[in-house]
């Protein structure tokens, strides 16, 4: 594309090392998750899984296949955008970048909150509660962005659930990242992991370190750079 400037740089190091020190300096890392593998790889760790629980820029993982091991075919286009929404800076932060990220491609947003399942008439009362809070967050956002087409989904259950099933009908899906890596987001669980590894669609992630880092930075101050300056361990 005319205008863009493209760098090459041939690393060594571990790749989730060398990811999560380049993300210091970059605004956006893309990375493709090889697949989906089973205990011993999710136990030893892939870039595309743990790279987003410590990166310091958001980072979009695109899937090369399904859980079937069926090749993925990825939209050109963006015209849906599904986001994860909560109550978490690193939640919040997602909502607001998913929403200019659908507005700068024309595209709708469907905002989706998971939240526990209750029966009965209880049940109603909670999923109402939480309507009530998600038309609360969105309501800036439809002011700031007005043409941008917005809905708000409540799911009773499972976020990882909610998310990966709203993969197969969008284009991206966008959620915070709490940090959770290695064996305590393996244990714990984990939205953003659980995500990556079953997604159809790019996941982009907003990671809680990029979070903290803007909400430390003083107004007006410049963001990361375009082009990192390495570690002195770091060969090119």
């Keep these: 594309q005319q205008g863009v400037e ?3 740089l041939i690393v060594t190091g571990d790749p989730s090392s060398v990811f999560v020190e380049l993300s210091r300096n970059y605004n956006l890392i893309v990375i493709g998750n090889r697949g989906k593998g089973g205990l ?3 136990l030893l760790g892939t870039t595309s899984s743990s790279l987003p629980a410590y990166a310091y820029c958001p980072i ?14 990825l939209n050109n286009t963006i015209s849906r955008v599904a986001v994860g929404a909560d109550e978490s800076m690193w939640g919040m932060k997602a909502l607001e970048i998913a929403a200019g990220f659908a507005d700068g491609w ?3 947003l469907d905002v989706i909150s998971a939240v526990p399942h209750v029966q009965g008439a209880d049940g109603d009362d909670v999923e109402a509660a939480y309507l009530d809070d998600l038309e609360h967050r969105v309501q800036p956002l439809q002011k700031r962005y007005p043409s941008l087409r917005i809905t708000k989904t409540v799911v009773p259950g499972n976020a990882v659930a909610a998310l990966t099933k709203a993969s197969r009908d969008h284009d991206v899906v966008v959620v915070g990242s709490r940090g959770r890596g290695g064996f305590t987001g393996l244990i714990l669980g984990s939205t953003s992991q659980g995500l990556i590894q079953h997604a159809v669609s790019p996941v982009y992630v907003v990671p809680r370190k990029y979070v903290e880092a803007e909400e430390s930075r003083p107004s007006g101050e410049p963001g990361p750079y375009k082009h990192p300056t390495l570690p002195t361990n770091h060969t090119v």
Excluded: F, K, S
């Design 60 to 73: 979009v993982v695109v899937p090369y296949t399904d859980d079937d091991g069926n090749l993925m075919h």
């Design 40 to 42: 011993a790889e999710r």
């Design 106 to 108: 024309g595209a709708e």
């Design 6 to 8: 493209a760098v090459t």
